[in-house]
T-cell receptor, first 114, second 113 residues
Framework: DGGITQSPKYLFRKEGQNVTLSCEQNLNHDAMYWYRQDPGQGLRLIYYSQIVNDFQKGDIAEGYSVSREKKESFPLTVTSAQKNPTAFYLC?????????????FGSGTRLTVV | GDSVTQMEGPVTLSEEAFLTINCTYTATGYPSLFWYVQYPGEGLQLLLKATKADDKGSNKGFEATYRKETTSFHLEKGSVQVSDSAVYFCALSFSPSNYQLIWGAGTKLIIKP
């Protein structure tokens, strides 16, 4: 079945360390997205990518970095510059025709700084 | 700018009650409208959508009608179940060629047996 796989489901990081969250899709979607969700809060866009080798900053890109070397993959690195990284991270994708068809989401990665 | 406003939660109902979660939007042009559901600890799932005025999206007993005159897309269900407890997000896309969704803040729904 087609879908989005995020790994790991739970991730623990020490302060000062970088950590990379994986997102892989087999839907042949052109666009991919990373969102951050804090407890009881809505979704905030971190980065998005419409095509391979291109990506744009979202509303809260500071302290994060991404790459899009393959259509299927859009990893997110949470750097030590992110001051409050503990959150639930969601990856999503959409077809190349825009978002008329909506997004497909992964099951999320919960990152905790210890 | 374009925005989505949802009613604040939590909304607490008894099983078999009628549900309405309000969603209004501000947008230029003719956006597509969506409702997503998020169960505890999971990602979001598309619940239903409508792409033009007067369209009605429906799924799993939930319905929402795209009302251009009132710029609304309220989510309704005639008889809720405990399993409907989740957070519901309203969203819009403000251009067919634009890749971003504009999200509401989410409404937490709690159904008591």
């Amino acid at each position: 079945d087609g879908g989005i796989t995020q790994s790991p489901k739970y991730l623990f990081r020490k302060e000062g360390q970088n950590v990379t969250l994986s997102c892989e899709q087999n839907l042949n979607h052109d666009a991919m997205y990373w969102y951050r969700q804090d407890p009881g809060q809505g979704l905030r866009l971190i980065y998005y990518s419409q095509i391979v080798n291109d990506f744009q900053k979202g509303d809260i890109a500071e302290g994060y970095s991404v790459s899009r070397e393959k259509k299927e993959s859009f990893p997110l690195t949470v750097t030590s510059a992110q001051k409050n990284p503990t959150a639930f991270y969601l990856c999503a994708s959409s077809p190349g025709q825009g978002v008329v068809y909506g997004y497909t989401f992964g099951s999320g990665t919960r990152l905790t700084v210890v | 700018g374009d925005s989505v406003t949802q009613m604040e939660g939590p909304v607490t109902l008894s099983e078999e009650a009628f549900l309405t979660i309000n969603c209004t939007y501000t947008a230029t042009g003719y956006p597509s409208l969506f409702w997503y559901v998020q169960y505890p600890g999971e990602g979001l799932q598309l619940l239903l959508k409508a792409t033009k005025a007067d369209d009605k999206g429906s799924n799993k007993g939930f319905e929402a009608t795209y009302r251009k005159e009132t710029t609304s897309f309220h989510l309704e269900k005639g008889s809720v179940q405990v399993s409907d407890s989740a957070v519901y997000f309203c969203a819009l896309s403000f251009s067919p060629s634009n890749y971003q969704l504009i999200w509401g803040a989410g409404t937490k729904l709690i159904i008591k047996p």
